[in-house]
């Protein structure tokens, strides 16, 4: 493959408990045992030995209950932005639950760490093509300046869908998550799954490649990082069949994460930095 003569990713790290947001929803009776904690200061470690600043996206519910973490990350120099309130689907909700929600977060985080959060990221990177530039409005409405939560090739499908879209029209600024497009194929490559599924050194290869865009932006997650998931966090004991399913699901070659972020830090080509320092 091609290589880019100089590679930048922004990385964006979706900071939430999805043992607390099940426990919320009840498919859990208890939280009190989630590993959260570990898995966050295995994290910020990690970013440190790797010399990495990036922007945490912090959830709401969990940061009401954290605090504590969340000034540990600012205080260690990571930009911070908003995961909602409550982890759920923009689609679930109304818009005026939607900007209540991007409200309640946005406050609660500032209030935290006494400066301004003008990011935002959708749980479930739910708030993409789909009406996207209403809910752009109704984060702007709430405050923020700009939203990472829809991949690149989705945005640009945007201008091509709308020819009198522009990018003076957006009503705030967009950064877009990495994906990967080559005819027929087209996928998300931002992290997540496809981190996990494909072999590390290939991922490290096309990121790495003219086969992706520079500048754009990663995800990554706490739980993705350290021991292996014990799928009884977020669900009720009786449900074994289920367990073993997300068992497979969360830690199949979960430690070709780690790699690839290991990879692209080391690369001389490539920079990692917070969302925010680049604009498409």
Same mark, same amino acid.
């Given at each position: 493959?091609?290589?880019?003569?100089?590679?930048?990713?922004?990385?964006?790290?979706?900071?939430?408990?999805?043992?607390?947001?099940?426990?919320?929803?009840?498919?859990?009776?208890?939280?009190?045992?989630?590993?959260?904690?570990?898995?966050?200061?295995?994290?910020?470690?990690?970013?440190?030995?790797?010399?990495?600043?990036?922007?945490?996206?912090?959830?709401?519910?969990?940061?009401? %209950?954290? /605090? #504590? !973490?969340?000034? &540990? *990350?600012?205080?260690?120099?990571?930009?911070?932005?908003?995961?909602?309130?409550?982890? +759920?689907?923009?689609?679930?909700?109304?818009?005026?639950?939607?900007?209540?929600?991007?409200? %309640?977060? /946005? #406050? !609660?985080?500032? &209030? *935290?760490?006494?400066?301004?959060?003008?990011?935002?990221?959708?749980?479930?990177?739910? +708030?993409?093509?789909?009406?996207?530039?209403?809910?752009?409005?109704?984060?702007?409405?709430?405050?923020?300046?700009?939203?990472?939560?829809?991949?690149?090739?989705?945005?640009?499908?945007?201008?091509?869908?709308?020819?009198?879209?522009?990018?003076?029209?957006?009503?705030?600024?967009?950064?877009?998550?990495?994906?990967?497009?080559?005819?027929?194929?087209?996928?998300?490559?931002?992290?997540?799954?496809?981190?996990?599924?494909?072999?590390?050194?290939?991922?490290?290869?096309?990121?790495?490649?003219?086969?992706?865009?520079?500048?754009?932006?990663?995800?990554?997650?706490?739980?993705?990082?350290?021991?292996?998931?014990?799928?009884?966090?977020?669900?009720?004991?009786?449900?074994?069949?289920?367990?073993?399913?997300?068992?497979?699901?969360?830690?199949?070659?979960?430690?070709?994460?780690?790699?690839?972020?290991?990879?692209?830090?080391?690369?001389?080509?490539?920079?990692?930095?917070?969302?925010?320092?680049?604009?498409?």
């Amino acid at each position: 493959m091609k290589k880019s003569p100089n590679k930048t990713f922004t990385l964006g790290i979706d900071w939430e408990d999805f043992g607390l947001a099940a426990y919320d929803y009840k498919f859990t009776n208890e939280h009190n045992k989630s590993p959260f904690i570990q898995e966050h200061n295995f994290l910020l470690q990690l970013l440190d030995e790797l010399n990495i600043k990036c922007t945490f996206f912090v959830n709401g519910r969990t940061a009401s %209950l954290y /605090k #504590n !973490l969340v000034k &540990d *990350i600012f205080n260690l120099g990571h930009s911070i932005g908003s995961h909602g309130f409550k982890h +759920v689907q923009r689609s679930t909700i109304s818009s005026n639950d939607f900007l209540e929600d991007s409200i %309640l977060s /946005k #406050n !609660l985080i500032e &209030d *935290i760490i006494q400066y301004p959060v003008e990011g935002y990221r959708s749980p479930y990177l739910s +708030v993409s093509k789909a009406n996207y530039i209403e809910n752009l409005n109704i984060l702007k409405k709430a405050g923020y300046t700009y939203d990472s939560s829809i991949s690149y090739h989705k945005f640009k499908s945007l201008f091509l869908e709308n020819n009198s879209l522009s990018k003076l029209s957006l009503p705030i600024k967009v950064f877009p998550l990495c994906s990967f497009k080559s005819k027929p194929i087209s996928f998300n490559l931002a992290g997540g799954s496809t981190w996990r599924v494909l072999p590390s050194f290939l991922t490290c290869s096309i990121l790495k490649s003219n086969l992706t865009t520079n500048n754009s932006s990663l995800y990554l997650h706490p739980y993705e990082f350290g021991p292996i998931i014990n799928p009884f966090r977020i669900i009720c004991k009786s449900k074994k069949i289920k367990a073993l399913y997300l068992y497979l699901r969360w830690n199949f070659n979960r430690s070709s994460i780690e790699k690839i972020l290991r990879n692209l830090a080391s690369s001389s080509n490539v920079n990692v930095l917070p969302i925010g320092h680049n604009l498409l």
